[in-house]
């Protein structure tokens, strides 16, 4: 038992060093998320041959391309003057090494993600994601990707200003959205979910969004259940990040000295999809009861379909759900994980 453990470790470091030198992002501006699901994978319980399978067919499928070509070197006096510039992905990879290096991965998280955080929605908060496995996993080397992935692609939103909440009710927070003047008729770039949400957040009414929600110790739990409760009510993509993001998010915070502003301009995001999503209403209580004594295949059945899969959204969702489950304690995770493997309907 102790060898074969060894042996998918050692298949999955392999795997993760080279999926290291692959671009954070690939053409045009779509996340990479192999380094990630490849970790996921492996804790769903896949073997180092589907490991190496799905890695080889998200490559080819996705068109992965190399790191740009370093522009000039990054140093901590200058490492904010380049925040969302593309091109400077491998100067920022250099400078966030050695950073991991020198303070180690809580001490870097600590010194720069404070000043990262407001730019959460990067590359449709994919850096957060990154940034979760590699502290999940304690890899120094993910940890410096991450803070390089976010500090390139960063796309702030409105920032805090403190002023009073509306409401403890996330979900009030995002059916607030629907009377903000122009976001049923704001027009993206593109159908990218990270111009989605660059779009809504430009709008003059979207400014005071990030300061609605009341945020306590329970607010965390109150989102999670909110993004789940958005997911199994529409099943669509953007809200699969809703779930998966409070993940991430849980795994990041308690590298934080304040985890407030992460949640809270999380949230924000998560507010500026509502439009792409459809101005959902989230389903009522007794409704999510309903759904949640639904009969849904065991986790061992969920598990295997997920690592059969090559969507990586597939995965990522299953092992969100899984980890969450664990934490709120919530049998809707299982059956939101099984209706996305279309396990039930």
């Not at 100067?91 to 600590?110: N, T």
């Not at 959460?120 to 992935?149: C, F, K, N, W």
């Not at 969507?311 to 049998?331: A, R």
Request: net charge negative.
């Amino acid at each position: 038992m102790i060898l074969a453990a060894a042996v998918r470790r050692s298949g999955l470091d392999a795997l993760s060093a080279r999926a290291s030198n692959d671009s954070v992002e690939f053409p045009h501006f779509l996340a990479n998320h192999a380094p990630m699901v490849l970790v996921a994978l492996d804790k769903l319980g896949a073997s180092p041959e589907r490991l190496e399978e799905w890695y080889e067919t998200y490559r080819a499928k996705s068109g992965l391309i190399r790191i740009p070509d370093p522009v000039a070197p990054i140093d901590a006096r200058t490492w904010e003057a380049a925040l969302g510039g593309r091109a400077r992905e491998a100067d920022y990879r250099d400078f966030f090494a050695a950073e991991v290096r020198r303070l180690g991965i809580a001490g870097a998280v600590q010194t720069y993600l404070p000043r990262l955080v407001q730019g959460v929605a990067a590359s449709a908060t994919h850096p957060l994601m990154r940034l979760a496995y590699g502290i999940l996993e304690q890899d120094r080397r993910e940890v410096g990707v991450a803070l390089a992935y976010w500090a390139a692609c960063y796309l702030p939103l409105p920032a805090a200003t403190g002023a009073q909440p509306k409401t403890e009710d996330p979900a009030e927070v995002l059916g607030a959205v629907d009377a903000i003047e122009g976001v049923h008729d704001y027009e993206p770039e593109s159908d990218l979910l990270w111009h989605n949400i660059r779009a809504v957040g430009a709008l003059p009414g979207f400014r005071p969004v990030v300061d609605w929600l009341a945020f306590d110790a329970d607010a965390p739990r109150r989102m999670a259940a909110t993004s789940l409760a958005l997911f199994v009510g529409t099943m669509d993509f953007a809200a699969v990040h809703a779930v998966t993001g409070l993940h991430w998010a849980r795994l990041v915070s308690p590298c934080l000295q304040n985890q407030e502003p992460l949640y809270r301009a999380f949230w924000q995001v998560i507010a500026s999809l509502v439009p792409k999503i459809g101005f959902p209403s989230i389903p009522s209580p007794g409704e999510l009861e309903r759904m949640r004594r639904r009969e849904a295949p065991p986790w061992s059945a969920i598990k295997a379909a997920a690592i059969r899969s090559d969507d990586e959204h597939d995965i990522s969702l299953t092992f969100s759900c899984l980890q969450e489950e664990e934490v709120w304690n919530d049998p809707l995770y299982r059956v939101a994980a099984a209706r996305r493997l279309a396990l039930i309907p």
